[in-house]
């Protein structure tokens, strides 16, 4: 019985396939002027049919493609030009059925948004959605908002002086408020395209603002004073630059521009007021635990401040220098 069993085994191994386990992977990377960055990985093989991606015929090829091998696979890079965007295009991938394997298609817009979706057969579409949900595009720029303070050190070091100037409670509520309205101003009218963009000198002037808190604040209650909130309210401003030339480089959705707008502004507001309040909390913990924490505290964050600040100033200037000359 037992060979008997064998020989069955053995007869009906025969038609039997193995089944490649990894998917090929499919990256499409947005960035600026409807311009995408590709990526095509699959399995090495040996076989006449191999899985092959099929982008939309709008698109043209920018660059060549260049190979090469990555451990079982094969990588291929090429970059793409699609003037009508890929929003409501369908991209398939062919060869699946005679590969017996599946494709991973992950696609990126400028705009923030990601899109995954799991290929298993030959004829089956993906179709980039057209226009995102005002839910989704509400969530998306409202993360990125509060990702692009909380990352950003030079914005959170200019609020850490903004906590410093202030004696009271009060007195911070208005230099934040100012900081606020001073930014969000900005913020709108340069993505709204009602002034322009002036981005070259900007990470300079925002990090002069830094340098200039830490200057005043090292003359302690003296320098407190000088600065009120209408010079905050100016600074926020030149912030404000800042923060619109992150979101150009990330792109607004064009057929809800005013929420996206709205939606990164709450967040890093959101995110502004989260870091004061942990700040204010590490302070006031540090105070009580240890007796003269506080004088100690200040000196190291108006140093540190004042030192990146000059650094930055060196480093951006040089820079803005660099670039003139070589125009000229």
């Not at 007869?11 to 590709?38: M, R, T």
């Not at 322009?196 to 002069?208: D, K, N, S, T």
């Not at 340098?211 to 030149?238: C, D």
Request: charged share 10%; glycine share 10%; hydrophobic share 50%.
């Amino acid at each position: 019985m037992i060979r008997l069993l064998c020989l069955l085994f053995l007869l009906y191994a025969a038609p039997c396939f193995a089944h490649k386990l990894a998917p090929s992977l499919l990256e499409i990377d947005g960035g600026k002027n409807q311009q995408f960055n590709v990526l095509w990985r699959t399995p090495a093989s040996s076989e006449q049919a191999s899985p092959e991606p099929v982008l939309p015929e709008s698109c043209s090829v920018l660059t060549g493609s260049t190979q090469r091998a990555v451990g079982t696979a094969i990588e291929y890079h090429w970059q793409l030009k699609c003037p009508g965007g890929l929003e409501g295009q369908d991209i398939q991938i062919t060869g699946l059925t005679a590969s017996r394997t599946a494709a991973l298609i992950k696609v990126s817009l400028a705009d923030g948004r990601e899109y995954t979706q799991l290929i298993r057969r030959d004829g089956q579409t993906f179709r980039v959605p057209a226009v995102p949900s005002t839910l989704a595009v509400v969530e998306q720029y409202f993360v990125l908002g509060v990702e692009h303070i909380l990352i950003g050190l030079d914005h959170l070091l200019f609020v850490t002086g903004l906590l410093l100037l202030a004696r009271s409670w009060r007195q911070l509520t208005l230099t934040i408020t100012a900081f606020t309205v001073g930014h969000s101003a900005t913020l709108a009218l340069v993505s709204l395209g009602i002034i322009p963009q002036v981005a070259a000198w900007v990470e300079l002037a925002i990090a002069a603002t830094i340098l200039y808190l830490a200057v005043e604040l090292s003359y302690g209650a003296a320098g407190t004073r000088r600065v009120r909130w209408p010079i905050v309210a100016v600074f926020g401003l030149i912030h404000g630059l800042g923060f619109a030339s992150v979101l150009a480089e990330l792109g607004l959705p064009q057929s809800d521009v005013l929420t996206g707008l709205v939606s990164f502004n709450v967040g890093i507001e959101i995110g502004q007021l989260l870091f004061v309040g942990a700040l204010a909390l590490a302070f006031m913990l540090l105070r009580k635990l240890f007796a003269g924490a506080g004088p100690l505290m200040r000196n190291v964050a108006v140093y540190t401040m004042g030192g990146m600040a000059v650094f930055w100033c060196l480093d951006r200037g040089y820079g803005m220098l660099l670039s003139s000359l070589y125009y000229f």
